[in-house]
């Protein structure tokens, strides 16, 4: 029995480990991500994940239209945006 959990302890202790350095804060930052993509407002200067920056001209539930640096609109989904620019 002594020789179980012997064996299991560090089974546990790497697995504690790996959460707390690797999951939990992966789960806290796409909580941050979520929440910043349903707070956008019109107005806001982001940045999606393909690079592109622009001003957010319009909003539905799922799509943002974005205003770029030559006037152009472009649609994307609201999970494209990777962040706002606080100004």
């Known amino acids: 029995m ?3 959990a012997g064996a299991i302890l560090p089974l546990l202790l790497m697995f504690a480990i790996f959460y707390f350095l690797l ?6 930052r796409q909580k941050q991500v979520r929440e ?3 707070s956008l407002q019109k107005g806001d200067k982001v940045v999606t994940i393909g690079g ?5 001209d319009a909003l539905d ?3 943002v239209v974005i205003k770029a640096g030559d006037g152009s609109r472009l649609t994307y989904d609201r999970q494209a945006v990777r962040e706002v620019i606080a100004d």
């Open 61 to 63: 539930e799922d799509k």
């Open 2 to 4: 002594e020789g179980m």
């Open 23 to 28: 999951i939990r804060p992966q789960q806290k």
């Open 36 to 38: 910043m993509q349903t």
């Open 52 to 56: 592109l920056h622009g001003i957010v």
